[in-house]
């Protein structure tokens, strides 16, 4: 195997749904899935065993946070990120450039890449294409994704155009920079795969020159970035509608930092395979629970007595064992294991949603599976 491979197994009759299954060096991954965010070679709050529990099948890294901590040069001669990690399944890492730009007054962009001071100790550091497919190809990841800016919003369409353009040249240069390293001793990957970022903001046209411009370089998946970053709702679900049909049908398409339980299954309609967001473990570590009758903070007076698992319907080994009192009790002591037990429920909750929208993709009830999810999920607790 020199990359993935990508099979379509189901289309949905009525949407743009569909399931299948990508196969990278580290095993298979069904899709549409949902990929849980391991910012610094770690799912917060959760180990690698309960992941493997959940059966998640590939994590996220992240480039900027492992440049700057422990170092890629550290985990290149440790064996790479999968070993450093203990983790034998899929690992996709992002560019750094979403982390970039979010540093704000702290970052230069340029031609040549990047310049910023690091959010650890200030020093002065530099992210281009090259060296961020330097630093992936030394971690070793199955997944690498091009070096991109992520078009802020707002932005007017001359500011969103001259952003895409400067994408698809750093894109152009990451295939080149990837293609040389790959196979030499400076990687660790087994058989790595690149990924290019459609951006171009809210704007349609912006999108389809996007993607056109990087069809003309060929990445073996193409992702929807620059979303999530503001916009309202409406906005990233139209942006998606178009763009998501017009990306290549024989190509894993993935939607770049989105999103609520909804947002999956509005995006996966529309044509998605694959999501991340730290929103699971992330809401998780401040006591907001997602469930199938929607959010619960579990930090709520109302549930000091309450002897009922987080979500009814869910089979996770913490629903299974400890109730919504218990787990409030923690929180306000102040326990580590309160982050941990709502950490791996919601990871749980995502998973699931994610099997039972491939299941339903395959029965050809996805709409139906749409419709209830989101009349349930909506429901307020």
Known sequence: MEQLSFQIEYLDRETQARAGRIETAHGIIET???MPVGT?????????EMLEQLDARIILGNTYHLFLRPGHETIFNLGGLHRFIAWDRSILTDSGGYQVFSLGDLRKIREEGVEFRSHLDGSKCFISPEVSMRIQHALGSDIVMAFDECTPYPATMQEARKSLELTTRWAHRSRSEFNLLKGTPLSTCR???LFGIIQGGVYADLRRESLDQLL????????IGGLSVGEEKAHMYDTVEFIAPLMPTDKPRYLMGVGTPE??????????????CVMPTRNARNGQVFTS?????IRNARYAADQAPL???????VCRRYSRAYIRHLYNSGEILAATLCSYHNIAFYLDTMRQIRQSIALGEFT???KRFLESYNHQN
Do not use: H, W
């Open 32 to 34: 549409p899935v949902f």
């Open 40 to 48: 610094a070679g770690t799912v917060k709050a959760i180990t690698q």
């Open 191 to 193: 058989a790595p795969s």
């Open 216 to 223: 003309e370089t060929g990445f073996e998946g193409y992702a």
């Open 263 to 276: 947002d999956l299954v509005e995006s996966v309609a529309r044509g998605v395979d694959m999501f991340d």
């Open 293 to 297: 009758a929607g959010k619960l903070n």
């Open 311 to 317: 979500d009814q319907s869910c089979e996770c080994a």
């Open 368 to 370: 139906g599976f749409r």
